[in-house]
């Protein structure tokens, strides 16, 4: 999984539409990211109808690239349910909160989650890979009580798309332990904090 492509397709979508959802299709995704077949087969209409039912493929017309999409948007939904416990004064503490729940939340399905991200990288599910991961990003930053607007609104979301995916592919890679997550996590958010500080000096010496 390449880092590169991710960062550039989570920053061409930075305000992508809401994606249409409803309790069938949730409770169909979570039987289907439940079966453990789901993290050790790619993903194909047929392995869905196996895990789920024969007319599994009816929410979802458009195909695994739409079952894909739909897991991740389910765990921006999930992760936007718990703002509340998101407390701290510092809004990077609450983004930190944020992706830590989200991956929290989604461990037992770890290896399903693989599944889903490689089978939006296929080359023809560019602009599915795009929205989703913009709407990923988008969230952690609702999440986390974000109001910005303009330039800032997008340098942030700009900045949070590094963080995020490399964090997510440590997570899907070696995220077995979860104190290596939040220690990569933390290193991340270290490093945006040093080059924000070191931006907003040399802003101020050439104002």
């Known amino acids: 999984m390449n880092l590169s492509v991710l960062l550039a397709a989570a920053t061409s979508s930075l305000v992508p539409p809401d994606l249409p959802h409803s309790p069938q299709s949730d409770a169909l995704l979570r039987r289907f990211l439940a079966d453990p077949r789901a993290g050790s087969q790619p993903w194909t209409i047929t392995l869905l109808k196996q895990c789920v039912d024969e007319n599994a493929d009816i929410l979802f017309p458009d195909g695994m690239a739409q079952v894909a999409e739909a897991c991740f948007d389910m765990m921006d939904r999930e ?100 104190a290596s997550v939040e220690a990569f996590l933390d290193r991340r958010l270290a490093e945006v904090g040093r080059i924000t500080r070191l931006r907003n000096r040399l802003t101020g010496r050439i104002a």
């Not at 944020?98 to 991200?117: D, G, K, T, V, Y």
């Not at 999440?143 to 997008?154: C, I, L, N, R």
């Open 79 to 178: 992760m936007l349910a718990a703002t509340n416990s998101f407390r701290s004064r510092k809004i990077s503490r609450r983004v930190r909160a944020a992706i830590m729940f989200r991956l929290e939340h989604a461990a037992p399905h770890r290896a399903a989650i693989r599944q889903a991200l490689a089978t939006l990288l296929v080359p023809t599910h560019g602009r599915i890979l795009a929205r989703t991961l913009g709407r990923s990003v988008n969230a952690i930053w609702q999440a986390a009580g974000d109001t910005s607007t303009g330039f800032t609104y997008v340098t942030k979301r700009i900045t949070l798309s590094g963080v995020y995916i490399s964090t997510l592919l440590f997570w899907l890679t070696r995220g077995g332990n979860p």
